[in-house]
DNA sequence: TGAAGTTACATGCTCGCGCATTCAATGTCA
DNA sequence: TGACATTGAATGCGCGAGCATGTAACTTCA
């Protein structure tokens, strides 16, 4: 059951909004997160306790996301080994427009 | 949850019992099939419909079992492009030793 | 303060997966 | 029977995931 899911999810988020559906989760953790305030988050430590993603996987498609313009890296001046992630506003957008495609295919499954 | 659960089932089965998890699937799959006569089956036609495996992989996880001699591919007479399959004693058995560790790992996820 | 340990990431490497293609064996139909 | 479509399976290819390692930037403690 969970293949079938992951995999529609997969193919309707790609095919619809261009995003992976670790791409999405990264958007939607991040914004999660980042909902109440403002602000931005610290990824590895924070990004990946909420995620089931590995540091290296996560490291990935931060970049990747970073590279479509929908996520953007900022340096920590507490720590300058940290880097700070928050959504674009295309970023933002892009998650907006990708959520019911999300929970219309979980909505269906769980049906 | 999903994550959770089939990230524990890929690491037991791989450190207890030196199996992946479709490689344990396609073992368990062939062996359920095969359970009341002792014949053998056709391999992508029927196995790939039973699993969620797509064709290719599932025909790399065989060769992979088979290289380890739990599997045995066997020629069909009647339609020369197919395979029949079967598992060997030892595939046999290391599937029966691997069944509780499955079985618990779930068990556990589930409570 | 400086040597040793720890932390936050990035990166090299390998692996399993799916897609597309290939190839031989079968089926179909005029 | 021969040309064309279809089917069963293997394989080339690229991708995303995890493990191990590298590398700066802290932290700790004598």
Redesign the pocket.
Known sequence: MY?DTS?ELE?ELQSRHGL????FEVLQAISGYCSDRETEK???????AEM?????????????LERAGLVA?AA?E????????QLTSAGRERWEEARPTHKAVLRKHFA
Chains 1, 2 share one sequence.
Not at 20 to 23: D, K, P, R, T, V
Not at 43 to 48: A, G, P, R, S, T
């Open positions: 293949h995999c193919n992976g559906l670790s791409e610290i990824l590895m430590k924070d990004l990946e089931y993603l590995s540091q290296s996987a996560l490291s990935r498609t931060i970049t990747r890296r920590c507490i720590d300058r080994r940290a880097n700070f992630l």
